[in-house]
């Protein structure tokens, strides 16, 4: 294991702004190496189709800017730096490039180019309608533009703050989602919602919500949760194309940092799973902000003499079975961080899955970090303890590991 | 099969049998009494129009003997067809929920007279008949009222999610007011595209106090969306009357600065010309109300008896005196396009299809049981896949 830390520490340059940042920048760019094969063959427990993609099968797609540079690797590349917002309006205007029927509504989405800056100068540059600035109306906006989705449109949905989202929950559930089935599959929805959520720096109850834990029952759409600018980037873009409805979750605290990403340009599979660090002690699993709490634990189990694998599991619909899998049959321990609420959030499900599948590798039973039960408080020291804090990650798999 | 093409068939023989006789009244000119297309007809609404912030359209409308009949034939069939759901749901081969339509029928059918099927209808859950009128058959109804896979929606719909893409049929939706939303899509796609055509939002006087009816209309107006929001007021919110639900039952004022006109939605002829001023007013100024003043003989549903909050006396008033089919037949004997015989043997003919069309469906099959799981997303998670080494890789999962 250490050798990875030098390899990777020789090879990278590391602009980096924030202390969690380095340590993903460090496990992205080894990701090119053996991981690639690890999870290039088989299948998700889900389905049954042969996906055979090997480092050597690539099928390259025409899409691909350059059809070439495989073999080199990113960090050579020059690539572009950039923080996360920029990463996800880079890939939306790609998008909105590419595709004239890509449209974009949300509140301030439009002249004033976003509350967090996704959509700046897109309003510029594509006209009024296409960026369309909506009243305070979320249920009938997000109707509106289910509606125009259903005639062969792709709008993205911004929602300010994932928690407004709740007063759309109907048409979201029910003509978002069931609209497929019910129709006998005359009508797609190709809509992506988007928007921050999570616990930020004293926001508020209200303005702190985890949505993901409501909207995982509801059949018909996909959800993924992203984390740095490389994947907001690929999944934003692969959200767009996708013809099922996609919700996609961003997180207040990780819009400003910073990465090198490629010029180049790429789609990120919606279903897969992230493997951040390769280990073979203990499987983590994560997704959003809570990675980074991960590995900042990580720094000091590897200190302690621990191995962990991170997985940061991106797909929280359906989840990526398939990586998560063969990390369980190598480790036979699961930890899972996460910012959702304990009961009935993605952890217990991600529990309930894992332990259907996968019992007979389990030498421990699963443990689940989530967000305490309540409402999140506004003083500072409250909502620390809210959410999962590091010491308690490197507490939870010393108590795994024993 | 289309509705049009049926009657196409059906009228011109027996027709051609009666002689032609001269009208003697004031505002209708010569025809001969065959079911041509060419005479056109000046019929006066029973009631005005009222416009609130616009201008009314004129009470005389015309039309010409061959769409009277079309009307007759095609309402005829509606209210068989809802009138056979009855007895159907009684003998339990039609489950769960089933909202019938009849007595609303000159709604279904002034519009489609007034529009093509480039533009789109989307309503709530009383959707069997708007269907028929968009160009759905009576066998895939029936299928789908009894949960067969020749179904329009392939059985997994049911009787609130009857859904024609081709023909501009936007469903059929369960929950009250959420398709008022989706409508405004339909106008924000079609003022994006471009299309010059407009949408046909319905809704019910129950739903006329949902607030995202108020959201939706002011975007619309905002945008000046080509959004037609037409409120079927049948005065019953379920089992409560209007006057208890709403301070201001007056639905067509209800949009204040978006023009509205109230129509007598019993009147097919009304219906028709309301529409048509509609569509031309969306494509010019954007969205407009419109209130048809119907009325339902059934219940809100087929557990409902309807009558636990109205008088029987009411209902079959209303059977006696606006019955929009007993219109219609009316005009027909008046201005001598038809006479008693045929429109009876036009009615057989239609309980005829109907029984048909539910023997066929009764034997059709069940949705197969590998059809709970296709259509949950497109193509199963089929997207593209793409790899670590950031390049754009296809694989296709189911």
């Known amino acids: 294991m250490a050798a990875i830390f030098q390899g990777i520490g020789a090879a990278a340059a590391l602009p980096s702004t924030e202390k969690f940042h380095s340590q993903s920048r460090r496990f992205v760019s080894a990701r090119k190496g053996s991981l690639f094969v690890v999870r290039s063959d088989g ?34 590349k020059p690539g572009h730096e950039l923080l996360l917002f920029e990463a996800l309006r880079e890939g939306l205007e790609e998008e909105m490039d590419r595709d004239p029927r890509v449209c974009v509504m949300g509140e301030d989405v439009g002249h004033y180019g976003g509350s967090y800056k996704v959509t700046k100068g897109l309003a510029t540059k594509y006209g009024d309608l296409r960026v369309l600035d909506t009243p305070i109306a979320e249920n009938s906006f997000t109707g509106m533009g289910i509606g125009a989705a259903m005639t062969g449109l792709r709008p993205i949905i911004e929602g300010m703050n994932m928690g407004f989202l709740l007063l759309a929950f109907n048409q979201i559930s029910n003509n978002c989602g069931m609209l497929h089935y019910t129709s006998g599959g005359q009508f797609k929805i190709p809509v992506v919602i988007r928007g921050p959520g999570g616990v930020g720096r004293q926001l508020g109850a209200e303005h702190s919500q985890r949505l993901e834990s409501y909207f995982q029952s509801i059949p018909g759409i996909q959800m993924v949760a992203c984390s740095t600018p490389y994947n907001a980037k690929g999944l934003m873009k692969a959200a767009i194309r996708s013809e099922n409805p996609v919700i996609l979750f961003e997180h207040v605290l990780l819009y400003n940092l910073k990465e090198r990403i490629p010029d180049e340009e790429y789609v990120l599979s919606l279903e897969e799973a992230e493997m951040v660090r390769p280990g073979e002690h203990v499987t983590i699993l994560t997704y959003s902000r809570m990675r980074y709490h991960v590995m900042q634990a990580a720094k000091t189990l590897v200190n302690k003499g621990y191995d962990p694998e991170v997985i940061d599991i991106r797909s929280l619909k359906p989840f990526d079975l398939y990586t998560i899998g063969n990390s369980v049959k190598k480790t036979h321990r699961v930890l899972i961080v996460e910012e959702c609420m304990r009961t009935g959030g993605i952890g217990a499900s991600l529990t309930a899955a894992i332990t259907e599948n996968f019992i007979d590798y389990l030498d421990a039973p699963i443990v689940c970090l989530s967000s305490q039960d309540v409402p999140t408080p506004y003083a500072g020291t409250l909502e620390e303890w809210t959410v999962v804090q590091p010491a308690q990650i490197v507490t939870a798999v010393e108590q795994l590991c024993q | 099969m289309a509705l049009s093409t049926s009657l196409r068939s059906n009228l011109i023989k027996p027709l051609t049998a009666l002689t032609a006789l001269s009208s003697t009244h004031r505002l209708r000119s010569p025809f001969s009494s065959s079911a041509d297309d060419a005479t056109v007809l000046t019929i006066e609404t029973s009631v005005p129009f009222i416009g609130h912030n616009c201008e009314p359209p004129s009470r005389n409308v ?9 009307f007759f034939h095609d309402m005829a069939l509606m209210r068989r067809m809802e009138i056979a759901s009855d007895s159907l749901y009684k003998s339990k081969l039609i489950r769960g929920f089933c909202h019938l339509y009849d007595g609303q029928e000159a709604v279904a059918v002034g519009m489609e007279a007034a529009i093509t099927r480039r533009d789109c209808i989307i309503t709530a859950y009383r959707d069997h008949c708007i269907y028929l009128g968009r160009g759905g058959t009576l066998f895939e109804c029936f299928s789908e009222l009894m949960g067969r896979q020749s179904g329009c929606s392939k059985g997994k719909g049911g009787s609130m999610h009857f859904y024609k893409k081709e023909n501009g049929f936007y469903g059929g939706h369960g929950i009250v007011g959420a398709q008022i939303p989706l409508g405004c899509g339909l106008a924000f796609a079609q003022k994006y595209s471009k299309d010059e055509t407009v949408t046909f939002a319905m809704y019910g006087d129950g739903a006329a106090n949902q607030g995202q009816l108020f959201e939706a209309l002011n975007m619309a107006a905002l945008w ?32 204040d600065y978006v023009p509205g006109l109230k129509v007598d939605g019993m009147d097919v002829l009304a219906v028709k010309q309301a529409c048509r001023f509609a569509k031309e ?44 089919i007993e219109r219609v037949r009316k005009l027909i004997l008046s201005h001598e396009l038809s006479n008693e015989a045929e429109l009876k043997s036009i ?50 999962l189911p």
């Open chain 2, 347 to 396: 009615e057989k003919e239609i309980r005829g299809q109907v029984d048909d069309a539910i023997a066929q469906a009764k034997e059709s099959p069940m949705p197969d049981p590998s059809e709970l799981f296709t259509n949950v997303y497109v193509k199963g998670f089929g997207i593209e896949v793409a790899g670590a080494d950031r390049k754009e890789v296809r694989g296709v």
């Open chain 1, 43 to 76: 299948r998700p427990s889900l389905g049954s189709s042969p996906r055979s993609r090997g480092a050597q099968h690539l099928i390259t797609n025409a899409v691909a800017a350059k059809a070439d540079a495989s073999a080199t690797s990113t960090a050579s």
């Open chain 2, 62 to 70: 015309e039309t010409t003997p061959k769409e009277l009949l079309g």
């Open chain 2, 224 to 255: 000046d969306l080509p959004a037609i929001l037409v409120c079927e007021n049948n005065h019953y919110g379920m089992g409560t009357a209007e006057w208890r639900a709403a301070k201001s039952p007056a639905y067509y004022k209800r949009g």
């Open chain 2, 281 to 324: 007013h969306a494509l010019k100024n954007g969205p407009i109300i419109l209130e048809m003043d119907t009325y339902r003989y059934h219940g809100h549903s087929m557990s409902d008896p309807g009558s636990t909050y109205r008088t029987r006396d009411e209902i079959s008033g209303v059977r006696q005196e606006r019955d929009p």
